[in-house]
């Protein structure tokens, strides 16, 4: 075989790889976006440079298929119930109601992985392992711009998500176990905050 027909099955043997990593993580996307209900269990870290630490929160989300979710984040929950965004501060002892339409009826944590591709353009860092997102989707929400992705091609789902916050401050969300449901209990998606919480509605 010739130089050239060499390195033209070498060229063909990489785009086959390529193209078969792209495709284990669109399965993980489809799976996530079809979904009725899914539960997972992370760890939020956040390193900031400007104090100098490592903050870590345990977290869990259950994410209905039609677009409600309930993340809790430490001691902190955010409920996304049809039209209403509710965020509860167990520090602050108050609770934040908005109207959200759908553009914005997303979450800064976990919520907004049932739409990555509504979101976001794909690119390949490392095939079947690293993928870099950047943000395609409308403005004026707190989803990050971009974020790079970590997928286990064993278990088929995601690891891993980095991206740096408004404040510049690198945060990764570690997925520690992911479940799926025929559907979600209902009653996790009704206001359930302390009565003595302030309720302030924007």
């Known amino acids: 075989m010739t130089t050239k027909g060499i390195t033209l099955v070498l060229c063909l043997a990489m785009l086959a790889i390529a193209a078969s990593a792209e495709d284990k993580f669109d399965l993980i996307k489809a799976n996530l976006a079809k979904a009725e209900c899914i539960q997972i269990q992370f760890m939020s870290i956040l390193e900031s ?20 979710f309930l993340v809790t ?33 997303v979450s800064s944590e976990v919520a907004y992985i049932r739409k990555l591709d509504d979101w976001y353009k794909t690119r390949i860092l490392r095939p079947d392992r690293e993928y870099f997102l ?47 449901h025929d559907a979600c209990d209902q009653r996790r998606f009704e206001p359930d905050f302390p009565r003595s919480a302030e309720r302030v509605k924007l």
Do not use: W
């Not at 209403?84 to 109601?97: D, R, T, W």
């Open 49 to 68: 440079d400007i104090f100098d630490r490592t903050d870590t929160a345990q977290g869990t989300a259950l994410l209905a298929k039609d677009g409600r």
């Open 73 to 105: 984040i430490g001691e902190d929950r955010y409920l996304m119930a049809g039209d209403l965004l509710y965020s509860y501060s167990k520090a602050n002892n108050q609770v934040i109601i908005e109207d959200v339409d759908s553009s914005r009826a």
């Open 134 to 180: 950047v943000r395609t989707g409308p403005k004026g929400n707190s989803i990050p711009d971009s974020m790079t992705v970590s997928i286990d091609p064993k278990q088929g789902r995601i690891s891993r998500i980095a991206y740096f916050d408004l404040n510049d401050e690198l945060v990764t969300v570690v997925f520690v176990k992911e479940t799926h």
